[in-house]
């Protein structure tokens, strides 16, 4: 059975940090391209960061550029979003997708960021 299982997620204050994880099972991760989705109340699902199945390529969308850093673990199935100096504007929640050519997407159950003072 596929499963991403997303955690990490919670309430933080303006300025600070969170680390996402998403754990993969029942398939082979490691031969996936990972990324990190976001949806916010009103708005529709957006691109947060991608990595490559085996990490050597990143992509970030603008608004989170030089605060957020993707990770990948491929010997823990996991795939991780560290993100800094958040903003009150980074509130969604956030979802892990696994995706391999132009057919197969995964995604996980996601997980609440909160960013308030």
């Given at each position: 059975?596929?499963?991403?299982?997303?955690s990490?997620?919670?309430?933080?204050?303006?300025?600070?940090?969170?680390r996402?994880?998403?754990?993969?099972?029942?398939f082979?991760?490691?031969?996936?391209?990972?990324?990190?989705?976001?949806?916010?109340?009103g708005?529709?699902?957006?691109?947060v960061?991608?990595?490559?199945?085996?990490?050597?390529l990143k992509?970030?969308?603008?608004?989170?550029?030089?605060r957020?850093?993707?990770?990948?673990?491929?010997?823990?199935?996991?795939?991780?979003?560290?993100?800094?100096?958040?903003?009150?504007?980074?509130?969604?929640?956030?979802?892990?997708?696994?995706?391999?050519g132009?057919?197969?997407?995964?995604w996980?159950q996601?997980?609440?960021?909160?960013v308030s003072s």
């Open positions: 059975q596929v499963q991403l299982v997303e990490g997620g919670g309430l933080v204050q303006p300025g600070g940090s969170l996402l994880s998403c754990a993969a099972s029942g082979t991760s490691s031969s996936y391209a990972m990324s990190w989705y976001r949806q916010a109340p708005k529709e699902r957006e691109l960061a991608g990595i490559t199945s085996a990490g050597g992509n970030y969308a603008d608004s989170v550029k030089g957020f850093t993707i990770s990948r673990d491929n010997a823990k199935n996991t795939v991780y979003l560290q993100m800094n100096s958040l903003k009150p504007g980074d509130m969604a929640v956030y979802y892990c997708n696994a995706g391999k132009p057919w197969i997407s995964y996980g996601g997980t609440q960021v909160t």
